[in-house]
């Protein structure tokens, strides 16, 4: 495995780029905007493809590169389904899986620094963000902090790890890289309350003082999404209605670009095909089954995915790979169901 912490010396952020092998598929956890061209070096010299840059939570310290790197490499953008960021490639929620080739983790809802705070469990270690710091915890008084969710996200969630996992944090102010669960549980002060009212009591009291980014980080950690009306302002857009009266339509074929686990979940548009949004650039190419497709019948394409933002990055591969009638549907699945738009269940 590549496991790589990196280290911002600005705001004392680590971020972890994970793979499986070199010449494979990475993921990145907490990219911070400033280090992006270091990433985008790094995943060349190591020849990894980005394909998930996910944020344990909003930021306030920081402004995160989820945005740059999606438009650098087109990877897809992960945060929890609570985040009120205006729009990433896909939300997860408490136990669901986040895949790359050779890897998974899973997501752990852990509200309490922020209500979107997320930690991820891979294997023998987690990644904590900003709930559980080395000998310390995320501050709990900013961006719906709640100091009572965050002693259950800890002791109720985190502190339930097996002791020898390995914890690997958002920040460290101090030097120290990495901790153990079972050395937190022992060493951490924080950890040492003897009843979730008094950690409440302890975290109501730090009297710290604001991030010095915190006015500037915060809007634009909640502005991530990928502008799509410059895709509709080139005329490759479909509002809900415009998709609506292609459904059934012999000119027209849509296209699912979701993992399976978001279309058990939420359902697809009925008689949509299914190319999940990685195995794109194969289908788009001569032999592909799009690419065939579109040449044996002539068919639009019409991409869909949840929020319109990996459809919205596969109208530029597939204007690119000469496919000029293809186009995609704006504000995706979730814009789908607020129109009323039909949807399938999927079987199982
Ligand atoms: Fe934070």
């Known amino acids: 495995m590549i496991f790589r912490q990196l280290f911002d010396s600005v705001s004392s952020t680590y971020s972890y780029l994970l793979a499986s092998r070199q010449g494979g598929e990475a993921l990145i956890i907490d990219p911070v905007l400033d280090k992006v061209e270091r990433y985008l070096q790094l995943l ?26 999606r438009d650098r490499t087109r990877c897809i953008t992960v945060m929890g389904e609570q985040s009120k960021v205006d729009v990433v490639s896909v939300r997860v929620a408490d136990g669901d899986r986040i895949e790359i080739e050779g890897l998974g983790l899973t997501a752990m809802h852990t509200p309490g620094h922020t209500d979107d705070s997320y930690c991820f469990v891979m294997e023998d270690r987690v990644f904590t963000g900003d709930t559980l710091l080395i000998r310390g915890t ?12 965050q002693y259950d996200s800890l002791f109720n969630k ?12 958002a920040h460290d ?3 120290d890289t990495v901790s153990t669960i079972g050395e937190e549980r022992a060493h951490n002060p924080r ?34 999404g990928l502008r799509q009306d410059e895709i509709e302002a080139r005329g490759w857009s479909l509002d809900c ?7 059934g339509s012999p000119e027209a074929v849509l296209v699912d670009l979701r993992d399976q686990a978001e279309r058990r979940r939420h359902g697809e548009i009925p008689g949509s095909v299914h190319t999940p949004y990685g195995e794109l650039a194969d289908n788009l190419g001569p032999g592909g089954l799009l690419h065939e497709l579109v040449a044996a019948t002539g068919k639009r394409l019409v991409f869909y995915c949840a929020y319109g933002e990996r459809s919205a990055m596969a109208v530029q591969m597939a204007q690119e790979a000469g496919l000029h009638e293809s186009c995609h ?16 269940q999927l079987a199982g």
């Open 138 to 149: 995320g501050r709990t008084d900013f961006q719906n902090g709640d100091a009572l969710a």
């Open 158 to 169: 985190l502190l339930k790890l097996p002791d020898d996992t390995l914890v690997y944090p």
């Open 191 to 224: 950890l040492q309350a003897a009843s979730p009212a008094e950690y409440v009591e302890i975290m109501n009291n730090l009297k710290l003082a604001n991030p010095k980014m915190m006015d500037v980080a915060v809007p634009a950690n909640l502005r991530v």
């Open 44 to 69: 060349r010299e190591l020849d990894l493809k980005l394909i998930k840059a996910l944020d344990t939570h909003v930021h306030a310290d920081h402004i995160t590169g989820l945005g740059a790197l």
């Open 241 to 247: 209605s415009e998709a609506q009266r292609l459904l």
């Open 329 to 344: 549907i704006k504000g995706g699945l979730d814009a789908w169901k607020h129109s009323g738009g039909a949807l399938t």
């Open 173 to 175: 102010y101090k030097g």
